[in-house]
Antibody, heavy 118, light 107 residues
Framework: QVHLVESGGNLVKPGGSLRLSCAAS????????MSWIRQAPGTGLEWVAY????????YYSDSVKGRFTISRDYATNSVYLQMNSLRAEDTAVYHC???????????WGQGALLTVSS | ETVMTQSQDTLSASPGERATLSCRAS??????LAWYQQKPGQAPRLLIY???TRATGIPARFSGSGSGTKFTLTISSLQSEDFAVYFC?????????FGGGTKVEIK
């Protein structure tokens, strides 16, 4: 059974940093691209970052480009999101999601809550 | 950026009724359109990809149609477990974008 479990969510002050982790199991990690997708309270979904199955291609939304970095570790079947220069508008539940074909997402995690507030 | 618009914020329907949800793209995404279902406190679940292909394990009462800029998700006969929020997503171009969601609630 597929599991994506996020961790690392916390309360952070504006300008601070945080790293989210996502542990994957139940599928062949190296065959899947991974993304982080966030959902601000009471709102819709916003794609944030993508890393290819081989880890050689990454994309970011304009809202986080230059501040966030996505990476993956094949030894531990994990994907990470390093978030720097955090802003109040980054407050959201961050979902880890995986897919194997074209850009939609077969599997999602429950999410980790990031709150950016002074 | 391709803007995805789900014009119905809320759709009220009774169990057993047919529900039709719409999603429009600001420019053509061909057939590169997925639908997800999300229940409170849960992760989204993939329902449809390629505009009309049901994901593994999704009941036949869910169907998708459309291409280009206009798409539809139809639930042929609403079951109690179908009352949820539904999102569309285009994956034809970067950045990947989602619609704002349609909440299907019990009438």
């Amino acid at each position: 059974q597929v599991h994506l479990v996020e961790s690392g969510g916390n309360l952070v002050k504006p300008g601070g940093s945080l790293r989210l982790s996502c542990a994957a199991s139940g599928f062949t990690f190296s065959d899947f691209y991974m993304s982080w997708i966030r959902q601000a309270p009471g709102t819709g979904l916003e794609w944030v970052a993508y890393i290819s199955s081989r880890g050689d291609t990454v994309y970011y939304s304009d809202s986080v480009k230059g501040r966030f970095t996505i990476s993956r570790d094949y030894a531990t079947n994990s994907v990470y999101l390093q978030m720097n220069s955090l802003r109040a508008e980054d407050t959201a539940v961050y979902h880890c999601a995986s897919g194997h074909d074209s850009g939609y997402f077969d599997y999602w995690g429950q999410g980790a809550l990031l709150t950016v507030s002074s | 950026e391709t803007v995805m618009t789900q014009s119905q914020d809320t759709l009220s329907a009774s169990p057993g009724e047919r529900a039709t949800l719409s999603c429009r793209a600001s420019h053509s995404v061909n057939f590169d359109l997925a639908w997800y279902q999300q229940k409170p406190g849960q992760a989204p679940r993939l329902l449809i990809y390629g505009a009309s292909t049901r994901a593994t394990g999704i009941p036949a009462r869910f169907s998708g149609s459309g291409s280009g800029t206009k798409f539809t998700l139809t639930i042929s006969s609403l079951q109690s477990e179908d009352f949820a929020v539904y999102f569309c997503q285009q994956y034809n171009n970067w950045p990947l974008t989602f619609g704002g969601g349609t909440k299907v609630e019990i009438k």
